[in-house]
């Protein structure tokens, strides 16, 4: 099995400040990765797909890039509503899998 | 606009079956690959289970391989998870989820909660 790993596994950011979260597989997974944004009470939303590609109304503000096993999703400027918690996943191959999520909190 | 609405959960005691649904609108059902993913309370996301879009082809992880059974009704848009061998470790909140290409989970439903405990 691809395993997906996550850091940190919490941070804290301030109003305007940019954020990087990064991700890594334990094998090329030839840049078949998803971003999540899983908000407190509610149920996770699709990011970013193809390690790079805007999921349709997401704001501009996040973005994804990288290649190989190593990943990150940048917020290039921290509002109050991108509090929560953000998983990747690999899409590459059976059993898909996330990583273990980053918390994401306002300073 | 894609709609995802799970049903079925509630309180099972260990060994004892359980079968959630979920009954999909707003796309056309048939022509996509669904999944369940649950998530344990306090934790991270765990893929469940998916079938294909004629229900043929399933896929499931080690951990309820043999267990589980995924399935799906087109003419009805819904989609079912039988639950069997319940063990306390499956007590998580179950999500119903389109998956896209087998790639990502696009859209996801609310979520039910499965509690497994005697």
């Known amino acids: 099995d691809i395993q997906m790993t996550q850091s940190p596994a919490s941070l804290s950011a301030s109003l305007g400040e940019t954020v990087t979260i990064q991700c890594r597989a334990s094998?090329?997974?030839?840049?078949?990765l998803a971003w999540y944004q899983q908000k407190p009470g509610k149920s996770p939303q699709l990011l970013i797909y193809?390690?790079?590609s805007l999921q349709d109304g997401v704001p501009s503000r996040f973005s994804g890039s990288g290649s190989g096993t190593q990943y990150s999703l940048k917020i290039s400027s921290m509002q109050t509503e991108d509090e929560g918690v953000y998983f990747c996943?690999?899409?590459?191959?059976?059993?898909?899998?996330f990583g273990g999520g980053t918390k994401l909190e306002l300073k | 606009e894609v709609q995802l609405v799970e049903s079925g959960g509630g309180l099972v005691q260990p060994g004892r079956s359980l079968k959630l649904s979920c009954a999909a609108s707003?796309?056309?059902?048939?022509?996509?690959?669904m999944a369940w993913v649950r998530q344990a309370p306090k934790k991270g996301l765990e893929w469940v289970a998916t079938?294909?879009?004629?229900?043929?082809?399933?896929y499931y992880p080690d951990s309820v391989k043999g267990r589980f059974t995924i399935s799906r009704d087109n003419a009805k848009s819904s989609l079912y998870l039988q639950m069997n061998s319940l063990k306390s470790e499956d007590t998580a909140t179950y999500y119903c989820?389109?998956?896209?290409?087998?790639?990502?989970?696009?859209?996801w439903g609310q979520g039910v909660m499965v509690t497994v405990s005697s």
């Open positions: 989820a389109r998956h896209w290409k087998q790639l990502v989970f696009d859209y």
């Open positions: 707003g796309f056309t059902f048939s022509n996509y690959y």
């Open positions: 079938i294909s879009t004629s229900g043929s082809r399933t």
């Open positions: 094998e090329d997974i030839y840049s078949g």
């Open positions: 193809g390690a790079s």
């Open positions: 996943q690999q899409g590459l191959k059976y059993p898909w899998t």
